[in-house]
Nanobody, 125 residues
Framework: QVSLVESGGGLVQAGGSLRLSCAASGRSLNNYAMGWFRQAPGKEREFVASISWSGGRPSYADSVKGRFTISRDNTRIITIYLQMNSLKSEDTAVYYC?????????????????WGRGTQVTVSS
């Protein structure tokens, strides 16, 4: 069984920063690519960033490129991070961590088999 638990969301002013964390537990997670998605009210869930099983090959949505950074720590408890800088009001959403049963994964929701419950990020303008 795979468990993904997000944390680090909150309320921040535009231009500020937040760091989201996703604590992952379960079998074979060392071999799973991970991703972050987000869903704003009334909108579909959209891709934010992904990272390979080893922590390489980061990929970003155009809307966050240059502002967000995804990373992972596989040393003890597998943890995925999303450093978000220069936040904008349009970044307001529930952010979800996801795990793919593959070494690499991209932007498609169908690529990810496991999902966390999400953490709310609200950016005030």
């Amino acid at each position: 069984q795979v468990s993904l638990v997000e944390s680090g969301g909150g309320l921040v002013q535009a231009g500020g920063s937040l760091r989201l964390s996703c604590a992952a537990s379960g079998r074979s997670l060392n071999n799973y690519a991970m991703g972050w998605f987000r869903q704003a009210p009334g909108k579909e869930r959209e891709f934010v960033a992904s990272i390979s099983w080893s922590g390489g090959r980061p990929s970003y949505a155009d809307s966050v490129k240059g502002r967000f950074t995804i990373s992972r720590d596989n040393t003890r408890i597998i943890t995925i991070y999303l450093q978000m800088n220069s936040l904008k009001s349009e970044d307001t959403a529930v952010y979800y961590c996801a795990a793919a049963r593959a070494l690499l994964a991209g932007a498609g929701r169908h690529e990810y088999a496991y999902w966390g419950r999400g953490t709310q990020v609200t950016v005030s303008s």
